[in-house]
């Protein structure tokens, strides 16, 4: 699937760019050190994730069960998820707060030796909700990159 480059219709704040990239760096330096319920947190009760392969999993329940049952595929391995080339997008019409955002995934695994290895690449898109006060992931889709066709 190739993704489409889409121009930015309203410009962001370079406060509320400062918030995303905080809220990310959050949200994946609890995945990465494995704290599985703190991650899911970051998510809304009913939050949707379409992985790449097509699984979905639908509410936190659903998120939390996944991760736990591929849990035993980190074992003695630091995972790294890199996100760069951020497109932040207000929906407007859209429920107030509410962002599209998509960008560029990298993760790496490194083992006990330092050997370094690599997922493939992705493109996330991401709908970000404001509850409460704090930002929250409502729906990730995740597309694994592949050649443009032309």
């Known amino acids: 699937m190739t993704q489409a480059v889409q121009s930015v219709s309203s410009e962001v704040t370079g ?8 809220f990310y760096a ?7 050190a494995l ?26 329940a659903e998120m939390v069960a996944g991760m736990y049952r591929n849990k035993p595929r ?17 929906v407007e019409g859209a429920e107030e707060g509410e962002l599209r955002v998509s960008y560029y995934s990298l993760v790496t695994l490194a083992d006990r030796e330092g050997r370094l290895t690599f997922e493939p ?22 597309h694994r990159d592949l050649p443009v066709e032309f």
């Open 35 to 60: 704290d599985i319920e703190g991650f899911a947190d970051t998510f809304t009760e009913d939050g949707v994730v379409v992985h790449a392969n097509g699984a979905r999993a639908e509410g936190r």
């Open 121 to 142: 690449t992705f493109t996330v898109e991401d709908v970000l909700v404001r509850r409460g006060g704090r930002l929250l992931t409502r729906e990730r889709v995740i």
């Open 15 to 22: 406060d509320l760019y400062a918030e995303v990239r905080t």
């Open 26 to 32: 959050r949200q994946m330096r609890r995945v990465d």
């Open 74 to 90: 980190y074992r003695d391995i630091a995972v790294r998820h890199w996100f760069d080339h951020l497109l932040i997008e207000p």
